[in-house]
């Protein structure tokens, strides 16, 4: 038992002086805890980037799924002008979630007139709410306000969702 002991001390004292590597160092320091960043690149309607520690960091935001902007989805443009027009080059607070399969951080972003982008983009007609990985009842509020309003996509009669967009054609 003494041995046992011995050996993870020997184990945590030597992992805990180790130098982690810079992904490292992001992954920890911002896996719950919110952490301020400069947006440098808006990729579409639900990505962006943003600049912290001098390291760009890819976001997917939560709870929404916008229209695809490759492969020229109705709207995808236009959502992702309204992205840009809510955050890019802005100091923002992110609320990190989780990291996502390819490895972007899902995240709530504040701007910097402390707007949620995620529920206004939703707001705005610019997305849906991205009811598989989201439960929230404020996207799905906002999401039918506007789809009663008939604004931004939901001018469209019947368009279609990104995950269904997604879907391989069949020819």
Known sequence: MGKVILLISALLFSTSFSS???S???AIS?????????VIRIMDGDTMEV?????????????IDSPEK??????????????????????????????????????????SKKQTVNQEMVKV???WHFKKYSS????????NNARKNRIGLWK??????PWEWRKPKAK
């Open 20 to 22: 982690p590597n810079k």
């Open 24 to 26: 490292d160092t992001l």
């Open 30 to 38: 911002h896996q719950k805890l919110p952490f301020n960043a400069k």
């Open 51 to 63: 600049l912290y520690n001098n390291t760009p960091i890819k976001i997917r935001l939560a709870h």
């Open 70 to 111: 490759r492969n020229s989805q109705p709207f995808g443009n236009n959502a992702k002008k309204a992205l840009s027009d809510l955050c890019f080059s802005q100091n923002v607070l992110v609320y990190p979630q989780k990291y996502d399969r390819y490895k972007r951080l899902i995240a709530i972003i504040i701007n």
């Open 125 to 127: 007609g610019m997305a």
């Open 136 to 143: 929230d009842v404020t996207y799905a509020v906002l999401e």
């Open 156 to 161: 469209e009669p019947n368009p279609i969702a």
